[in-house]
C-alpha cells in the first residue's frame, strides 16, 4: 500500500471522526467505514446544536475543501433549505497565516526571480488570511505604486485534490446508500464544486475576471482594482491597493447611505441584466468603500455567466412576478428548468406560485423584498424536483446577496424601481430592429443550412423502409409493470388450485381404500400428498421472499 493511500485512509478516518463528533452517526452508517464503531466509542457526540449548524461546523473542521463545498453550496437555493443555506453563509475561511519564509518561496517561483527585484517593498505579515491563500501589502519597485499581492498556501492544490477525491468517494456511497440523499445526486454536485474550486485556485482565470469586470464597470461609478498582468500567475495575483473601509463595518446615514445602498444594487443588476457577467457572491466582506464613497468590489474568484438569451429570458420571469402572472411566470419556469422526472401537476405549481406572489404582494411595492420572494420560487421548484441552470441559480442568490447588502446600508430602498429601468432598457434592446433583423438573419441562416442536409436525410429514412430497418418501439414502464404483476398473480393463483385439487384428489384415494399400500395407505393418495406439500410450501416461501403479503 503506497503513501498517497495511507494518507486518504487517515483522511477518511478524520472525516468520520468528524461526523461522529457532531452527532451524524446516520451518515457514517451508510458511508459503511471498516472501524467506524470502534471510533465511535472513543469520541463523544455534540447534540446540543440544530442539524444545520452541526454541519456547518463538521465543513469547518474539516479544513479548505469542505468549507469552500459548503460555500459554495450556499450559492444553490434550488437544491438545499433555506436554514441550511443560512448556516452555510456563515462559513468561515480565516485561519492562522503561513509564515512568511514558504511565502517567499511561491513568490519568487512565480516571479522567476527574487522579491527583491520586484517589490520595493513586501510586508512580512499579512492583511488578511483565508484558507486557500494570504494576502500580502507591497510596493512595485519600478511602478512604485502600492499593491496587494494574493499568494496561494504552498501545498494547498495537492492536497484540495486529494480531498476532492475523498469527497467523491463520500458522495457516492451516500448516494448509493441513503434514498434520502438520492434526490439530491450528491456526486453531480462534488463534480459541478470540483470544477468551480479547480477554477477558483487558479489565480489566473480570477485576474482575466477582474479584467472582463474592469471593462464593464468602465461606464459605472463602481471601481474594480487593476490588475497587473506581467506579475501574475496561477498561484499568485497581483493588484491595485484599493484603500477603504470594509462596507460592513461602515457607519453612515441619510442621502449617503441611499446613495450608496444604490450604487450596489444597480451595479449588480447591471452585471446581470445588461453585461451578463456577474460577481457571483457579493457579501458584505467583498465590498470596501473609498473615502470619496465609491464602492469598490474586490473578490472575483467566482462569477456567472449569462447568454443573451438567458438575459431575456430573466424579463419574462422578472415581469410575471412584478405583473403578478402565475400563469405566465408557471410557463417560463418550466421552460428553464430541468426535471428530474415524474410527472408535474402544471395547476398545484401555479396555485402554489400564485399564494407566493400574493404572501409577497400584501405589501406596498416598493417595500418587497424581490431576494425573499425569488428564494420562496426555488423552494417551490425544489419541492416539485425542477432545477434552474447553475448560472440561473448563482444569479439569484446574488441578487438576494446584494439585496440584503443594500438593505443593510439604507433599509428604505426601492429594488424594485431600481431594477425597473434596467428591465425596461432591455426590454427594448430585445425588440429593436437592430436586434430583429440580426435574429432573422440568424435564423434564416440556421434554415438555410438545414435545408441542404434534408435531401440526404430523406433518402436515409426511405433507404431503411426499403430494407425494413425502420420502425416505431414502445416502452412502456407501468404498463410492463401491470402485465407481471398480473403474470405473477395468475401464475400463483393457479399452482394453488392445482395444490387443492391434488389435495381433494388423495383424500378421495384414501377413503376409497384402492391398492397398492404403503404403511397401511395407498400409495396414489400418499404421492398426491407430499407433491401438494411441496408445492404448497414452495408457494409460501415465493410469497414471503418477494415480500408481497
Not at 167 to 178: F, G, I
Not at 204 to 223: K, M, P, Y
Not at 424 to 438: D, G
Request: hydrophobic fraction near 45%; charged fraction near 25%; charge should be negative.
Amino acid at each position: 500500500m503506497d503513501f498517497s493511500t495511507l494518507a486518504k485512509l487517515s483522511r477518511f478516518k478524520d472525516i468520520v471522526t468528524t461526523l461522529l463528533k457532531y452527532g451524524l452517526d446516520e451518515t457514517v452508517q451508510r458511508l459503511n467505514f471498516p472501524g467506524a464503531k470502534l471510533i465511535k466509542r472513543v469520541y463523544t457526540v455534540d447534540r446540543e446544536m440544530g442539524i444545520y449548524e452541526r454541519i456547518r461546523c463538521v465543513l469547518e473542521d474539516l479544513g479548505p475543501t469542505f468549507v469552500k463545498f459548503g460555500q459554495i453550496m450556499s450559492l444553490r437555493p434550488d437544491l438545499l433549505p433555506s436554514d441550511l443555506l443560512f448556516e452555510l453563509s456563515k462559513l468561515q475561511d480565516e485561519v492562522p497565516p503561513v509564515e512568511i519564509s514558504k511565502i517567499r518561496q511561491v513568490v519568487e517561483k512565480g516571479l522567476g526571480q527574487s522579491i527583491e527585484n520586484v517589490f520595493s517593498v513586501f510586508d512580512n505579515e499579512p492583511i488578511a488570511a483565508a484558507s486557500i491563500s494570504q494576502v500580502h501589502r507591497a510596493v512595485l519597485k519600478t511602478e512604485g505604486l502600492i499593491v496587494v499581492v494574493k499568494v496561494q498556501r504552498p501545498g494547498i492544490r495537492k492536497k484540495i485534490q486529494a480531498d476532492l477525491d475523498i469527497l467523491e468517494n463520500v458522495a457516492h456511497r451516500l448516494h448509493e446508500n441513503s434514498d434520502d440523499l438520492r434526490p439530491y445526486d450528491l456526486p453531480n454536485l462534488v463534480s459541478v464544486v470540483r470544477r468551480n474550486l479547480i477554477r477558483e485556485i487558479d489565480f489566473g482565470i480570477e485576474a482575466q475576471n477582474l479584467r472582463i469586470a474592469r471593462t464593464f464597470a468602465s461606464e459605472t461609478d463602481v471601481h474594480i482594482p487593476e490588475v497587473y498582468n506581467e506579475y501574475c500567475s496561477e498561484q499568485m495575483l497581483v493588484m491595485e491597493y484599493a484603500q477603504g473601509e470594509k462596507i460592513r463595518d461602515i457607519d453612515i446615514g441619510g442621502e449617503d447611505a441611499q446613495g450608496l445602498a444604490k450604487q450596489g444594487l444597480n451595479a449588480v443588476i447591471k452585471q446581470i441584466l445588461e453585461d451578463g457577467f456577474f460577481n457571483a457572491d457579493p457579501h458584505p466582506g467583498n465590498l470596501l468603500v473609498t473615502a470619496d464613497m465609491q464602492l469598490c468590489i474586490l473578490d472575483w474568484g467566482m462569477v456567472g455567466h449569462l447568454t443573451e438569451r438567458d438575459r431575456y429570458e430573466l424579463i419574462d420571469l422578472l415581469k410575471s412576478v412584478v405583473d403578478k402572472n402565475s400563469d405566465a411566470l408557471v410557463h417560463v419556469l418550466l421552460r428553464l428548468s430541468k426535471f428530474a422526472g415524474g410527472e408535474i401537476d402544471n395547476r398545484a405549481l401555479e396555485r402554489e406560485l400564485l399564494y407566493i406572489l400574493n404572501t409577497y404582494y400584501a405589501v406596498p411595492l416598493q417595500d418587497v423584498n424581490i431576494g425573499k420572494l425569488l428564494l420562496a420560487i426555488m423552494t417551490a421548484l425544489r419541492n416539485y424536483h425542477l432545477q434552474l441552470p447553475p448560472d440561473l441559480v448563482m444569479m439569484v442568490k446574488a441578487l438576494v446577496t446584494a439585496e440584503g447588502t443594500a438593505r443593510q446600508v439604507y433599509p428604505e430602498i426601492d429594488v424594485v424601481s431600481e431594477a425597473k429601468k434596467y428591465i425596461s432598457r432591455l426590454a427594448e434592446q430585445r425588440f429593436n430592429p437592430e436586434n430583429l433583423w440580426r435574429s432573422f438573419q440568424t435564423n434564416f441562416s440556421n434554415i438555410w443550412t438545414a435545408q441542404r442536409d434534408i435531401p440526404w436525410q430523406l433518402l436515409n429514412i426511405f433507404s431503411k423502409l426499403e430494407r425494413g430497418d425502420l420502425g416505431l418501439h414502445f416502452h412502456l414502464d407501468k404498463l410492463e409493470r401491470l402485465v407481471n404483476t398480473l403474470e405473477n398473480s395468475s401464475n400463483r393463483l393457479t399452482t394453488g388450485i392445482i395444490v387443492a385439487a391434488l389435495i381433494m384428489g388423495s383424500s378421495m384415494i384414501i377413503t376409497t381404500g384402492v391398492g397398492p399400500f404403503i404403511f397401511g395407505f395407498p400409495v396414489l393418495g400418499v404421492i398426491g400428498y407430499l407433491i401438494s406439500t411441496v408445492m404448497g410450501l414452495w408457494l409460501v416461501v415465493t410469497i414471503l421472499r418477494a415480500k408481497k403479503y
